[in-house]
């Protein structure tokens, strides 16, 4: 009897322990009928059918849905602080970044392994992936490192090290980007970097400039500006003065003319004096138009020191006269964006979209060779861009959502119920291949849909579990 009372106390603890001894399996199941909303900020989301999707949030939890978002399943995965990026190659396989991680799934997100880092991880702030096939991928760094996942390999590589970047200051990197069933890859943040063989090089690309002013030309000698041309650039002031991103180009041009009569080899000081004067004036024009006078950039200021040069570069002044000469004497002006690049979409049919802070907007259409900036549908900072069916669609800032059916020539907002303006930041948009189906998501646990190819919105609220899955 000692005995069997003995049993029956100890029996309670017993099998908590036999419960707290194999824990694994059983925290780890998690139903697909569960009622669980994404917590938190949602930075990324991957749509991989028409129905199903992945999101991830700043808590590093990942969270997938196979009911366009109606309800969610908490993903199996290791303890993870953070994660900045998700790309899928199908239905089944992809990877998911963060600070000194790499995930991958084999079963559409619902479960997700860590893999391998060369080197040091706290090393790697990785802040993108793309999946490029099912042995190919790539990986970004805010710090510049690029890391590959190679065919037939066994883990990641390095494709790239911060030490072997040429600039002298942080390259911050935001995301990757890659041409469908391509090679050709861009990274993104101060630099627009490119790519032909899947991340293994790159280089860097320079956008077109945001527009240019017909060029101001100048007779023999003349200083300021006639009134025609000072009508002119106070209309083009006018028309991008409200864009603060906006660096204001001044380049003087010497005509040949004026290159023979006033290009002296040893002294050209009354040239000088005549390209600062046209200079000074049009700068003024600018100021006097509220452009403010750290946003105007000479190229070609005037070497008054050039003596310094000589007894070393004796054709100092015959270099500068090369690179500022014309056949007619004139003042080139260009705006030129102070770009950081935030996210980047490219289609099969060669469009690409790029956005950035400050509300910057690229096009390309033929591939990604050349990218023009166009007009922005505001002022405030883009994080995420893509192509859902015939219509391009831009998240950002204050939850702004503007959509396009014209390759980005015209932009239409999107409100919420009521043309509530929101607070919270849209961080992140994703069509599914079919382009049928899109999800946006962002700050505090917003969610967005459209089932029409991203011309309507539907904001997603949580629902409160039935009583049958509460049951369960």
């Given at each position: 009897?000692?005995?069997?009372?003995?049993?029956?106390?100890?029996?309670?603890?017993?099998?908590?322990?036999?419960?707290?001894?194999?824990?694994?399996?059983?925290?780890?199941?998690?139903?697909?009928?569960?009622?669980?909303?994404?917590?938190?900020?949602?930075?990324?989301?991957?749509?991989?059918?028409?129905?199903?999707?992945?999101?991830?949030?700043?808590?590093?939890?990942?969270?997938?849905?196979?009911?366009?978002?109606?309800?969610?399943?908490?993903?199996?995965?290791?303890?993870?602080?953070?994660?900045?990026?998700?790309?899928?190659?199908?239905?089944?396989?992809?990877?998911?970044?963060?600070?000194?991680?790499?995930?991958?799934?084999?079963?559409g997100g619902v479960h997700w392994r860590?893999?391998?880092?060369?080197?040091?991880?706290?090393?790697?702030?990785?802040?993108?992936?793309?999946?490029?096939?099912?042995?190919?991928?790539?990986?970004?760094?805010?710090?510049?490192?690029?890391?590959?996942?190679?065919?037939?390999?066994?883990?990641?590589?390095?494709?790239?090290?911060?030490?072997?970047?040429?600039?002298?200051?942080?390259?911050?990197?935001?995301?990757?980007?890659?041409?469908?069933?391509?090679?050709?890859?861009?990274?993104?943040?101060?630099?627009?970097?490119?790519?032909?063989?899947?991340?293994?090089?790159?280089?860097?690309?320079?956008?077109?400039?945001?527009?240019?002013?017909?060029?101001?030309?100048?007779?023999?000698?003349?200083?300021?500006?006639?009134?025609?041309?000072?009508?002119?650039?106070?209309?083009?002031?006018?028309?991008?003065?409200?864009?603060?991103?906006?660096?204001?180009?001044?380049?003087?041009?010497?005509?040949?003319?004026?290159?023979?009569?006033?290009?002296?080899?040893?002294?050209?000081?009354?040239?000088?004096?005549?390209?600062?004067?046209?200079?000074?004036?049009?700068?003024?024009?600018?100021?006097?138009?509220?452009?403010?006078?750290?946003?105007?950039?000479?190229?070609?200021?005037?070497?008054?020191?050039?003596?310094?040069?000589?007894?070393?570069?004796?054709?100092?002044?015959?270099?500068?006269?090369?690179?500022?000469?014309?056949?007619?004497?004139?003042?080139?002006?260009?705006?030129?964006?102070?770009?950081?690049?935030?996210?980047?979409?490219?289609?099969?049919?060669?469009?690409?979209?790029?956005?950035?802070?400050?509300?910057?907007?690229?096009?390309?259409?033929?591939?990604?060779?050349?990218?023009?900036?166009?007009?922005s549908p505001t002022t405030h900072d883009?994080?995420?861009?893509?192509?859902?069916?015939?219509?391009?669609?831009?998240?950002?800032?204050?939850?702004?959502?503007?959509?396009?059916?014209?390759?980005?020539?015209?932009w239409r907002p999107w409100r919420g119920?009521?043309?509530?303006?929101?607070?919270?930041?849209?961080?992140?948009?994703?069509?599914?291949?079919?382009?049928?189906?899109?999800?946006?998501?962002?700050?505090?646990?917003?969610?967005?849909?459209?089932?029409?190819?991203?011309?309507?919105?539907?904001?997603?609220?949580?629902?409160?579990?039935?009583?049958?899955?509460?049951?369960?």
């Amino acid at each position: 009897m000692n005995i069997i009372r003995l049993f029956k106390k100890l029996s309670p603890i017993l099998l908590c322990a036999l419960l707290l001894a194999c824990p694994s399996e059983q925290r780890e199941v998690v139903s697909e009928s569960t009622v669980i909303w994404p917590p938190n900020d949602l930075v990324a989301i991957e749509m991989i059918s028409d129905a199903r999707a992945i999101a991830l949030s700043t808590t590093g939890e990942i969270h997938w849905t196979s009911d366009l978002g109606e309800t969610w399943s908490r993903s199996h995965l290791p303890a993870v602080n953070t994660l900045r990026g998700i790309s899928m190659v199908d239905e089944e396989v992809g990877w998911a970044v963060g600070e000194g991680i790499i995930l991958r799934t084999d079963d559409g997100g619902v479960h997700w392994r860590r893999q391998r880092l060369p080197g040091q991880s706290a090393s790697m702030p990785l802040v993108g992936v793309h999946a490029i096939r099912n042995d190919r991928a790539i990986a970004v760094a805010a710090n510049g490192l690029v890391l590959g996942w190679k065919e037939g390999g066994t883990g990641w590589v390095v494709f790239r090290r911060r030490d072997d970047l040429d600039i002298p200051r942080p390259i911050e990197r935001l995301d990757i980007a890659c041409a469908p069933d391509s090679g050709r890859c861009w990274s993104m943040g101060r630099l627009l970097e490119r790519s032909d063989n899947a991340g293994e090089s790159w280089r860097v690309q320079v956008p077109e400039d945001f527009a240019r002013f017909e060029e101001i030309e100048f007779s023999v000698g003349q200083v300021d500006l006639v009134d025609r041309d000072r009508e002119r650039l106070r209309e083009f002031v006018a028309a991008n003065r409200h864009r603060k991103n906006l660096e204001w180009v001044l380049e003087p041009i010497i005509g040949s003319l004026e290159l023979e009569r006033m290009g002296r080899p040893r002294d050209a000081t009354k040239l000088f004096e005549l390209i600062a004067a046209r200079l000074e004036d049009a700068r003024a024009q600018l100021e006097d138009s509220s452009i403010s006078a750290t946003r105007i950039i000479v190229l070609g200021d005037p070497p008054w020191n050039f003596d310094d040069y000589l007894d070393d570069e004796p054709n100092f002044l015959e270099s500068y006269f090369r690179e500022r000469s014309g056949e007619e004497s004139e003042l080139r002006l260009h705006l030129r964006e102070q770009r950081i690049l935030t996210s980047l979409w490219m289609g099969e049919a060669g469009l690409g979209l790029a956005v950035g802070r400050a509300g910057v907007v690229l096009r390309s259409v033929d591939g990604g060779d050349r990218w023009q900036a166009i007009v922005s549908p505001t002022t405030h900072d883009l994080n995420a861009v893509a192509i859902g069916g015939q219509r391009a669609v831009v998240v950002g800032a204050q939850g702004g959502l503007w959509t396009s059916a014209d390759a980005g020539e015209r932009w239409r907002p999107w409100r919420g119920a009521g043309e509530a303006v929101h607070f919270d930041s849209l961080l992140a948009i994703s069509f599914s291949p079919s382009g049928k189906t899109g999800m946006a998501v962002g700050d505090r646990q917003r969610i967005l849909r459209s089932v029409d190819g991203g011309e309507s919105w539907t904001e997603l609220q949580p629902r409160a579990p039935s009583q049958a899955e509460r049951a369960r």
